[in-house]
T-cell receptor
Framework: NAGVTQTPKFQVLKTGQSMTLQCAQD?????MYWYRQDPGMGLRLIYY???????DKGEVPNGYNVSRLNKREFSLRLESAAPSQTSVYFC????????????FGQGTRLTVV | GENVEQHPSTLSVQEGDSAVIKCTYS??????FPWYKQELGKRPQLIID?????GEKKDQRIAVTLNKTAKHFSLHITETQPEDSAVYFC????????????FGTGTRLKVLA
């Protein structure tokens, strides 16, 4: 059982380039999330999808877009990368319902130069 | 908006001593409170959680307490061991509607041998 899988694991972008981070889960979870992790800032929610067909902004959505392609997949797109978007990105998923565990992917380390 | 404050940001204890990490949340509708452990270079993983209808929960050397009136919850680790060294994150979640998780900024725990 793979759980939550993110691709790529590492990426270097030049300022202004675009890219899409991919995330897929095989646990049949309804809810999916994108977080960024910066030193001293914890895990900050970028976007989330409570169920297939819905997406909502989190704490730090500016500069990002998301697509919930189907129940398994939730992608994060940077249209014009900026150095401030250098971070470690985590995708997570959880079963909707009465407070359930969120499972994380292995993370994507993104550097924008 | 929802906010979770976590203290301290760093904590050093001698092996065998206890460690306590405290979190405060802002949204009184929050009713699920997980704690995650993140080892260096790895993904966050759930270690214990508590729901709002419970005041305390234990699992071997770790315990979590919740005070709904004061809107704070704490992680207690007893008989600390070197392998407990990691970053710990608290989180708060609404379990109706959006199911999103808001995380604290993390506590770096160092257990000194």
């Amino acid at each position: 059982n793979a759980g939550v899988t993110q691709t790529p694991k590492f990426q270097v972008l030049k300022t202004g380039q675009s890219m899409t981070l991919q995330c897929a889960q095989d646990m049949n979870h309804n809810s999916m999330y994108w977080y960024r992790q910066d030193p001293g800032m914890g895990l900050r929610l970028i976007y989330y999808s409570a169920s297939e067909g819905t997406t909502d902004k989190g704490e730090v959505p500016n500069g990002y877009n998301v697509s919930r392609l189907n129940k398994r997949e939730f992608s994060l797109r940077l249209e014009s990368a900026a150095p401030s978007q250098t971070s470690v990105y985590f995708c997570a998923s959880s079963e909707a319902g009465m407070g359930t565990e969120a499972f994380f992917g292995q993370g994507t380390r993104l550097t924008v130069v | 908006g929802e906010n979770v404050e976590q203290h301290p940001s760093t904590l050093s204890v001698q092996e065998g001593d206890s460690a306590v990490i405290k979190c405060t949340y802002s949204d009184s509708a929050s009713n699920y409170f997980p704690w995650y452990k993140q080892e260096l270079g790895k993904r966050p993983q759930l270690i214990i959680d508590i729901r709002s209808n419970v005041g305390e929960k234990k699992d071997q050397r770790i315990a979590v307490t919740l005070n709904k009136t004061a809107k704070h919850f704490s992680l207690h680790i007893t008989e600390t061991q070197p392998e407990d060294s990691a970053v710990y994150f608290c989180a708060a979640s609404l379990s109706s509607g959006t199911y999103k998780y808001i995380f604290g900024t993390g506590t770096r725990l160092k257990v000194l041998a």
